[in-house]
């Protein structure tokens, strides 16, 4: 009964991609100025001949909804175009970049989850003590500051004023480290090499905190609720009553159903660590997805954007998917 | 509240029943502000949101620099308690000699002004859509519902910024770009809110007493879900100001040389090592107002939507 479901889910996202590849395709079209145009202005003199014959290459010269065939077309075989300016299949330049982009999602996202662990269940197991008012303060102040600002308070403290960490990049010219994933902690970790594994790490600290930061406050909110609603329910009243030692009242029972709630929220942040992502990596010079679009925008590369765009987007589609079926693992009484 | 008859003639018969709700209005706002004395945090956050709205309106007259003509001489002149600070600039200058604190007072106006009519617009959609799919259901309902699906799909900023990078930069796209996805919070919480009242007792007395589907909608549903709507809509409004504040950071929101926070912090990057006071008074800016609207839209929701509706 469950595989059903949990198939269903998945088929019910197959429309919405197509809408987004849909939408994605239309705004394409909606923007001032003819491709073509716009990759002459980028490409250098080229005669009339020319430019109908990249016309015809890239079906400019059919009808809107038979480029719109020949779009998701090509999008079902992954294949999204190639960028303008660098003259390279999108998706090559994208998957070149991913890596970075998810080595620091997950520092971010590993960041948050070590700070709003520890601070929402303490808060709740110490309602209205001086931590649960000082964290649930500090919480606020994480929702409330831009991600960018953030991070260059962060660069001013951490590496122009104590000089800890470095400012910018992912890992110093002078290390030398051989690529496996691509994600440089777990190539270090791989090849045993260990400097390269500190280098990467101190690289990767501050972007972490400054994109995590908002997800931290807010898991942090969300998991102290939560307990809060859980450690007065009836069974951990039981679990006390029968004499169970605190913490693992705490931790098995008012913990574990607190969880349901708080894998939700955390599902939903995936969205504000891949939007995030474009402003840290801008701030902390990460040479990642985020920085690439921010080019590709800056350069009029309109395939390349568009590209990025959809990727993201699926990104995103997929991780509420992966969320919903956690879910149901997580709390057997829930159906998709 | 003690009850006169009803008068007869028209015309006394409906100033009565304005003096009807003018007294209920009176009594609702008594009880929301003794509410609101319980959060005093809520109300030094509207204190400080006046603040801010009253520097923006009176810019011109609170400050005595040009915010975006400088001076080649007055570059990079540190904020006054430091040394080669001077009180004619307070918070010192950036790059082009600008005076920053003037240029702060002047960006709150951009601020709070995509804040306002970004919500305003995502609210005015979302409630109208809201309203009639929640209530009329339907192949209406479907296609916005699945249109917002879709809206869905996409990360908020990462929707911004694609469509800022398609239509360009500037106030209006700034504004479309937002309210774009913006409105479909609204419309979620109206639907869902719409579809539960119109199931209650006093909905089909307002039907049976043969009142029209529009006046049931506006007269009747409406003024009981628009608490909700207010909070959700001052808890977005700090959200959309940082979306604004992280587009013109990113080069493709408000364009210079008009001052906005998040260019501002953008400008100053450049010389962290030299002139930190360029990026972090602008930034010190967005977290306060922020603060003070997150702070004011919680209070706002402990005393209006107790249940808890909206996280």
Avoid: C
């Avoid at chain 1, 000082?134 to 919480?139: D, E, K, V």
């Avoid at chain 1, 007065?232 to 039981?238: E, F, G, N």
């Avoid at chain 2, 004395?37 to 810019?59: D, Q």
């Avoid at chain 2, 913006?182 to 007792?201: D, N």
């Amino acid at each position: 009964m469950r595989a059903i479901k949990v198939l269903e889910r998945i088929l019910a996202t197959i429309p919405i991609m197509f809408g987004v590849a849909i939408m994605v395709f239309i705004f394409m079209r909606l923007t001032p100025g003819d491709p073509v145009d716009i990759m002459m202005g980028a490409g250098g003199a080229v005669g009339a001949g020319e430019i109908e014959q990249l016309r015809a290459e890239f079906h400019l010269d059919e009808p809107i909804h038979i480029q719109l065939w020949y779009f998701l077309r090509d999008a079902a075989r992954g294949d999204l175009g190639n960028s303008y300016i660098k003259k390279r299949p999108t998706m090559e330049l994208i998957a070149e970049r991913l890596p970075a982009t998810i080595e620091l999602a997950l520092g971010a996202l590993f960041f948050a989850l070590i700070i709003a662990f520890p601070i929402g269940i303490l808060s709740a197991v110490k309602q209205n003590s001086w931590l649960d008012r000082f964290s649930m303060a500090g919480a606020f102040l994480g929702i409330s500051m831009p991600a960018f600002w953030l991070g260059i308070v962060l660069i001013l403290i951490f590496s122009v004023k104590l000089r800890w960490l470095p400012v910018q990049g992912r890992i110093s010219y002078d290390v030398n480290l051989q690529e496996i994933t691509g994600l440089y902690v777990v190539d270090s970790i791989l090849t045993r090499n260990w400097p390269a594994l500190k280098d990467a790490l101190r690289h990767l600290i501050l972007p972490s905190i400054a994109l995590g930061a908002a997800v931290a406050a807010i898991v942090a909110r969300v998991l102290r609720s939560s307990m809060l609603e859980t450690l007065r329910a009836d069974y951990v009243t039981l679990a006390r009553a029968k004499g169970a030692p605190e913490h693992r009242v705490v931790l098995r029972h008012a913990l574990r159903n607190a969880l349901i709630p708080t894998v939700t929220v955390i599902g939903l942040q995936v969205g504000v660590l891949l939007g995030g992502n474009m402003i840290v990596e801008t701030v902390f010079g990460w040479p990642g997805l985020g920085r690439l679009v921010v080019d590709a925008i800056f350069n009029r590369d309109f395939p390349l954007v568009q590209a990025s765009v959809m990727v993201y987007a699926f990104t995103f589609v997929i991780a509420n998917l992966i969320v919903d079926i956690l879910y149901t693992y997580l709390n057997p009484k829930i159906t998709l | 509240m003690t009850t006169t008859p009803a008068p007869t003639s028209s015309w006394a018969r409906a100033r009565h029943l304005w003096g009807l709700r003018w007294r209920m209005m009176r009594r609702n706002w008594s009880e929301f502000a003794h509410q609101m004395r319980k959060h005093p945090l809520a109300i030094i956050a509207a204190v400080v949101i006046l603040l801010y709205i009253l520097a923006a309106i009176f810019a011109p007259a609170i400050t005595v620099h040009d915010p975006t003509r400088g001076s080649l001489r007055t570059r990079f002149e540190p904020p006054f308690w430091m040394e080669g600070g001077s009180t004619e600039f307070l918070l010192g200058t950036d790059d082009q000699g600008r005076d920053i604190l003037t240029r702060i007072i002047y960006g709150a106006r951009v601020s709070l002004l995509v804040g306002v009519i970004a919500v305003g617009v995502s609210v005015l959609v979302g409630l109208t859509l809201g309203a009639l799919a929640g209530f009329y259901r339907g192949r209406f309902d479907t296609i916005v519902s699945r249109a917002a699906d879709l809206l869905l799909a996409f990360p908020f900023l990462i929707f911004a910024i694609g469509v800022m990078a398609f239509l360009g930069p500037g106030f209006g796209n700034l504004i479309l770009a937002l309210t774009f996805k913006g409105w479909v919070e609204f419309f979620r919480l109206v639907r869902g809110e719409m579809m539960a009242e119109k199931t209650k007792e006093y909905v089909e007395a307002a039907r049976v007493s043969g009142m029209g589907k529009v006046a049931i909608i506006t007269r009747e549903i409406l003024p009981n879900i628009m608490q909700a709507v207010f909070v959700l809509a001052t808890l977005r409004m700090g959200y959309m100001i940082i979306m604004e504040a992280s587009l013109s950071f990113l080069g493709l929101g408000i364009q210079p040389p008009t001052p906005a926070w998040g260019s501002m912090v953008a400008s100053g990057r450049d010389y962290l090592l030299t002139a930190w006071w360029v990026s972090t008074f602008p930034g010190l800016a967005i977290v306060g107002l922020v603060l003070a609207i997150n702070l004011f839209g919680e209070g706002l929701r402990d005393v209006l939507d107790p249940r808890l509706k909206i996280e």
